[in-house]
């Protein structure tokens, strides 16, 4: 988790795992869309794949570059906590609950008609 999250820390990393979001995309194809050298797009990319955030495949010369979302897992699962609902989040849970109960009340109610024509 530690990996990730330093991996993540840095703004350029973050757009190319934006960018890799989308779709496979050539280390050319990356450092084309950042003001910064090849060199330094190359490091970024390797932050990513030491972490496990991204794979590469060496075609011909070409070496492309895919998002893996697998390492998130465990990061997303210590954040969730951190994170409270928004207040609709809140409204929607309240109106599950109600829903609920009027079903339950139905069918209660719908039972205790079947006995009392029974009886």
Known sequence: MDEVAG???????????VLLRD????????AERFAISRPAVSR????LRQSGLV???LVGR???????PGPFTELIAWLTPFVRPS???????????EVYRI???RRDAA?????????
């Open 7 to 17: 991996a993540i820390a840095d703004p350029v990393r973050r757009q190319i795992l």
């Open 23 to 30: 779709g496979r995309l050539s280390a050319g194809e990356v």
């Open 44 to 47: 970024h990319l390797r932050v």
């Open 55 to 57: 794979r590469a495949e």
């Open 62 to 68: 070409q070496r492309f570059y895919t998002l893996d």
């Open 87 to 97: 207040g609709w989040e809140h409204h929607l849970d309240a109106l599950e609950t």
């Open 103 to 105: 079903r339950r009340e």
């Open 111 to 119: 039972a205790d008609s079947r006995k009392e024509g029974t009886a």
